[in-house]
């Protein structure tokens, strides 16, 4: 497992950006990179929903909620992973956590608050 580390959450007003990070510092890069890694979010009484996911390889998916708005990157050398979050709305405001999956094991961050409003 991975400890991941999240930041780059905050308060917003609709239609504005905001870019999470989210950090394996204990990572070795060879296992980092056979992770795929993904963005999920939650809201109060709400199960946690995928946001965008991105493989070892590059392919991303995404929820159709958030397509063409928020984009999902890795930098493997970094050992980082990076969700671009455009033309927010107030929907979007939730706890956004940082996954990594491998083998069917997964690893969570602590989480990030989103808070889209004006």
């Known amino acids: 497992q991975l400890m991941l580390v999240e930041s780059g959450g905050g308060l917003v007003q609709p239609g504005g950006s905001l870019r999470l990070s989210c950090a394996a510092p204990?990572?070795?890069?060879?296992?980092?990179?056979?992770?795929?890694m993904g963005w999920y979010r939650q809201t109060p009484g709400n199960q946690r929903e995928l946001v965008a996911t991105?493989?070892?390889?590059?392919?991303?998916h995404y929820a159709d909620s958030v397509k063409g708005r928020f984009a999902i990157s890795r930098n493997n050398s970094q050992k980082k992973i990076y969700l671009q979050m455009r033309s927010l709305k107030p929907e979007d405001t939730a706890t956004y956590y940082c996954?990594?999956?491998?083998?069917?094991?997964?690893?969570w961050g602590q989480g990030t608050q989103v808070t889209v409003s004006s």
């Open positions: 996954n990594a999956d491998r083998d069917g094991l997964s690893s």
């Open positions: 991105i493989t070892s390889g590059g392919t991303t």
């Open positions: 204990r990572a070795i890069f060879s296992v980092f990179t056979g992770y795929t």
